[in-house]
């Protein structure tokens, strides 16, 4: 892991899920880590809404000033920089598509001097809607790229299809997100399977991430 991991990708490509399994992941092995929600458009399935969970296992949860509330309003009221030059890791989980992107684009310059010790990562679902083909996912790399006025560094697959995921699922995303990664010229980190279809089809092709991020219905 490199000291700042952002996070980023379509509108219900589980990105969210991802940055919290990172998230609660470095803090189980003792490091001290933030996870900052650096999304201002929607106000549904958030780094928000885990807030008794991080402080459960020590994560620092930095979120816009009205995140949580009824109101309407896409403010900014933390100093990332400060944040990003304490000591630890810095999980920053970004607003989806390119709308989403462009609050990143404020910190561009000053994440930029980070180099080698950022990750940014995209996010990929092969069964999204519109976002299932892999020149449309390229396609919203770029502008998610330059709303962000940064460069993705690493693909990260997390195709599924909810409740409904089998292991044939993700054994049959694992090819999109490949070409993706070689059209794109970016590595695969890796490719995600709910922990609760481990089998042994999966062991050694996926990591297994919890599923933290449900619909309502799904509670």
Known sequence: MKKINIITGHYGSGKTNIAVNMAVELAKQGKKTAIVDLDIVNPYFRSADFEELFSGCGVELVKPLYANTNLDIPAISFDLE?????????????????????????????????????????????????????DEALGLLWKIEAASRLRATKIINNSNLGRETTPQDVLSSIGFAE?????????????????????????????????????????
Do not use: H, M, Q
């Open 82 to 134: 400060r944040i990003a030059n304490d000591d630890g890791y810095v999980i920053i989980d970004v607003g989806g598509d390119d709308d989403g992107a462009v609050a990143l684009g404020r910190y561009a310059g000053f994440l930029s001097l980070f180099g080698d010790d950022l990750d940014f990562f995209y996010v990929v679902n092969k069964f999204r809607y519109l976002k299932g083909e892999e």
């Open 179 to 219: 070409k993706i990664a070689k059209e794109s010229g970016l590595p695969l980190e890796f490719s995600t399977a709910p922990r609760e279809i481990a089998c042994p089809l999966l062991d050694g092709k996926v990591k297994y991430v919890d599923i933290y991020v449900k619909p309502v219905w799904d509670e």
